[in-house]
């Protein structure tokens, strides 16, 4: 996808902080540099994906949904690179990181951590929870699995399966280190079972080198949350909205694990991000490579979508969590939905069909969780099970009262959390 004239480059990943000092206002960039260092919160460091002048600080809405510190960059079209960054050195420095990873072992965690940080790499996204999070635990909790998890729900959106069938073998070489920095017992990447992806085949002799095991999960709707998956897969039971490190599991997916593998045999920095666009208004699905920092207007327009009277919504559709085309491109959610605006919907009476309640992935009551909410009543929210609800929405999508199930539930976490 061509640069846009500017990209808005986020300084952190989830809470609002203080801007890093350092950066000036009409400083020239080249791509790759440090825009600003690695922030006490742990956040990466920002890097520019491209060349271009900065002009000015402010604001940037995430495809995670926080609101963080950005850089506005204009691109100079030139993708400038550092003075440093020749083939030479960089043929010698992939030669000595391929020879050093195969001595890589648990105590280098805080090395490798301080890499992948530097390498402005991170991920925060339902079906790859807080990748530095993750990482900043194990030094507490051991886990003795990774999933690397590659199960799209949607069949017209197979981001992680195509980007493993393109990049197979750096998506090993990622989940090889984080095997061998957390010394996991098992190491899985799990597919969609009844689909043998073609790129396993070549793929055999450096799965077995790196004992990594392919695993088949059904791709049923919500079955790639990480509270299902771990539960399927290992019968632990994972609280919504929680790190799975607590469950001695460590959870990636494919485009995660890829960023980990090329900053471990290349040296390359995460300064762009694969996207997958499913326009519902045209029945199609796009798959884009974007700079970090790109905003979804300037995507929607490259596809030649409007960017106005729409419904536009991140990660899974029924998931119901809404964008604006302002928002940016980075290490958040990867999907984006193009939807007909809808219109105002008034709710009918709930009619006790059970409906909810029957197609709940993790068997809580909706119906009463909206109740509890109406009522501001914290002990009934708990009797009904808010805390296993994982915010699938199948339950607002089955009601034939059209019942706010969804809204009231986030309300009522949210509430809880102030």
């Given at each position: 996808?061509?640069?846009?004239?500017?990209?808005?480059?986020?300084?952190?990943?989830?809470?609002?902080?203080?801007?890093?000092?350092?950066?000036?206002?009409?400083?020239?960039?080249?791509?790759?540099?440090?825009?600003?260092?690695?922030?006490?919160?742990?956040?990466?460091?920002?890097?520019?994906?491209?060349?271009?002048?900065?002009?000015?600080?402010?604001?940037?809405?995430?495809?995670?949904?926080?609101?963080?510190?950005?850089?506005?960059?204009?691109?100079?079209?030139?993708?400038?690179?550092?003075?440093?960054?020749?083939?030479?050195?960089?043929?010698?420095?992939?030669?000595?990181?391929?020879?050093?990873?195969?001595?890589?072992?648990?105590?280098?965690?805080?090395?490798?951590?301080?890499?992948?940080?530097?390498?402005?790499?991170?991920?925060?996204?339902?079906?790859?929870?807080?990748?530095?999070?993750?990482?900043?635990?194990?030094?507490?909790?051991?886990?003795?699995?990774?999933?690397?998890?590659?199960v799209d729900h949607d069949p017209m959106l197979r981001l992680q399966a195509t980007m493993a069938g393109r990049f197979g073998p750096v998506l090993i070489a990622g989940v090889a280190l984080l095997a061998r920095l957390t010394g996991a017992r098992n190491v899985w990447i799990a597919v969609e079972a009844g689909a043998t992806p073609k790129w396993w085949m070549p793929l055999r002799r450096e799965l077995r080198k790196a004992s990594i095991d392919v695993v088949p999960v059904l791709a049923d709707y919500p079955q790639a949350d990480p509270t299902l998956l771990i539960y399927t897969l290992l019968r632990r039971r994972l609280r919504p909205g929680r790190l799975p490190v607590e469950q001695g599991v460590f959870v990636l997916d494919a485009v995660t694990a890829i960023a980990i593998g090329r900053a471990a045999t290349r040296e390359q920095a995460m300064l762009q991000m694969p996207v997958a666009v499913r326009d519902h208004l045209r029945a199609k699905s796009h798959l884009r490579i974007a700079p970090i920092g790109t905003s979804v207007r300037y995507l929607l327009e490259h596809l030649q979508l409007p960017t106005d009277g729409l419904m536009l919504l991140r990660g899974d559709a029924l998931r119901d969590l809404p964008i604006t085309a302002d928002t940016v491109i980075a290490g958040g959610e990867l999907t984006i939905h193009v939807l007909p605006a809808k219109p105002p919907v008034v709710p009918d009476p709930c009619i006790r069909c059970g409906w909810c309640e029957q197609t709940c992935p993790t068997s809580v009551q909706p119906a009463g969780l909206l109740e509890a909410a109406q009522r501001g009543d914290a002990d009934l929210a708990d009797h009904y099970g808010l805390g296993a609800c994982i915010e699938c929405g199948i339950c607002a999508y089955m009601c034939p009262s059209h019942l706010p199930l969804l809204q009231g539930i986030r309300l009522l976490k949210r509430t809880r959390s102030e």
């Open positions: 996808m061509e640069l846009p004239a500017r990209l808005r480059v986020p300084l952190g990943v989830r809470a609002p902080m203080a801007v890093p000092p350092g950066i000036e206002i009409g400083a020239v960039v080249a791509k790759g540099q440090v825009l600003a260092e690695t922030s006490a919160d742990g956040a990466p460091a920002a890097l520019a994906p491209t060349s271009g002048r900065i002009v000015s600080l402010g604001e940037a809405i995430l495809m995670n949904g926080h609101t963080v510190p950005a850089v506005e960059l204009e691109c100079d079209f030139e993708d400038r690179r550092l003075p440093e960054d020749h083939d030479a050195q960089q043929a010698e420095v992939q030669r000595e990181l391929a020879d050093s990873l195969d001595r890589v072992a648990p105590d280098d965690l805080g090395l490798w951590i301080d890499r992948l940080r530097a390498a402005g790499i991170w991920a925060d996204r339902l079906h790859s929870p807080d990748l530095l999070g993750q990482l900043h635990q194990l030094f507490k909790r051991p886990v003795d699995t990774i999933i690397c998890n590659l």
